[in-house]
């Protein structure tokens, strides 16, 4: 799937294809290959290839926003807060790095995953503020 998504990326790289479009691909590429586990998807296991052939550059950009908002709020927190920062950052890593072989954004229970942990180091900071 990758190997085909490269080759639409090449044809519209600005503005990609959209959402319904990357489904058809994916059914058509699933029916050419006679695998049926490939029809029955509906994203492409990288979210940078989903973002890229949805919505070109600025789907991998809009992709990319997320990660270097992590890692900025870590660079901010680095000083101050250096826990929370190494934590922040770590989630970042994690998410930059299992986004090229998964599509995070397609499943509701990645997105509720990370931002209930994003959510849980800031709550543990406010906790132990309190505390001391």
């Keep these: 799937m990758w190997q085909r998504s490269l080759e639409k990326i090449h044809e519209n790289p600005w503005l990609g294809y959209g959402r319904a479009q990357r489904i058809e691909f994916i059914k058509t590429w699933g029916a050419e290959a006679n695998a049926h586990i490939v029809k029955d998807q509906t994203h492409l296991h990288s979210e940078y290839i989903n973002g890229m052939v949805d919505h070109g550059v600025f789907g991998l950009l809009s992709t990319l926003t997320y990660m270097i908002g992590l890692v900025w709020l870590a660079w901010h927190l680095r000083k101050k807060y250096p826990g929370m920062a190494m934590s922040t950052g770590g989630l970042a890593y994690i998410h930059f790095m299992m986004s090229f072989t ?12 990370i931002s209930l942990s994003l959510v849980s180091i800031f709550f543990l900071r406010l906790a132990r503020s309190r505390s001391d």
């Design 102 to 113: 998964d599509a995070n954004s397609q499943t509701n229970n990645y997105s509720v995953m």
